[in-house]
Antibody
Framework: EVQLVESGGMLVQPGGSLRLSCAAS????????MNWVRQAPGKGLQWISYISSAGAAIQYADSLKGRFTISRDNAKNSLYLQINSLTVEDTAVYFC???????????WGRGTLVTVSS | DTVVTQSPLSLPVTPGEPASISCRSSQSLLHSNGHNYLDWYLQKPGQSPQLLIYLGSNRASGVPDRFSGSGSGTDFTLNISRVAAEDVGTYYC??????????FGQGTRLEIK
């Protein structure tokens, strides 16, 4: 069974940094691209970033470029998202999602909550 | 940027009745390879999203056949032939015209009357 489990979400002060993790199991992690998507409280879905299966190709949403860094460790079956200079607008549940050959997101984690507040 | 707009934003439905959600794109999502890069997702209350339909009309694994997707270019529709109680949630269309960069629609909240 495919499983994606996010962690690392917490209460952070504005201006702080955070590293989110996504632990994958039940499939060959190194064969799949991965993505991060977030959802602010009561709002819709916002794609953040993509990383190819080997990590060679990376893309970010234009509006978020510069403060977010995606990475992966295929030996550890893990995906990461580094977020710097956090603002209250970054308060959201952050999901990792597996990508398919057609770029659909066929498996999602349950998400990890990031709260930015003083 | 390619924008996808859903309608309606709220959809009350009687169980057993059909339902339809529209998704319109600001640019054609029909790629030169013949695929329409439009997916549909359902987020049930308190859960993470799940893939329903990919490439416009292909049902994802395990999705009941009462769900179907249609359309091409800029206009797409998600149809539910007979709404069940477990279909409650928010439906999102998502475009991938310039993959892997994607954007989601605003979401359509389906509720049971």
């Amino acid at each position: 069974e495919v499983q994606l489990v996010e962690s690392g979400g917490m209460l952070v002060q504005p201006g702080g940094s955070l590293r989110l993790s996504c632990a994958a199991s039940g499939f060959t992690f190194s064969s799949y691209s991965m993505n991060w998507v977030r959802q602010a409280p009561g709002k819709g879905l916002q794609w953040i970033s993509y990383i190819s299966s080997a990590g060679a190709a990376i893309q970010y949403a234009d509006s978020l470029k510069g403060r977010f860094t995606i990475s992966r460790d295929n030996a550890k079956n893990s995906l990461y998202l580094q977020i710097n200079s956090l603002t209250v607008e970054d308060t959201a549940v952050y999901f990792c999602a597996r990508g398919t050959w057609s770029y659909a997101f066929d498996s999602w984690g349950r998400g990890t909550l990031v709260t930015v507040s003083s | 940027d390619t924008v996808v707009t859903q309608s309606p934003l709220s959809l009350p439905v009687t169980p057993g009745e059909p339902a339809s959600i529209s998704c319109r794109s600001s640019q054609s999502l029909l790629h030169s390879n013949g695929h329409n890069y439009l997916d549909w997702y359902l987020q049930k209350p308190g859960q993470s999203p799940q893939l329903l339909i990919y490439l416009g009309s292909n049902r994802a694994s395990g999705v009941p056949d009462r769900f179907s997707g249609s359309g091409s270019g800029t206009d797409f529709t998600l149809n539910i032939s007979r709404v069940a109680a477990e279909d409650v949630g928010t439906y999102y269309c998502r475009q991938a015209l310039q993959p892997p960069r994607v954007t989601f629609g605003q979401g359509t909240r389906l509720e049971i009357k």
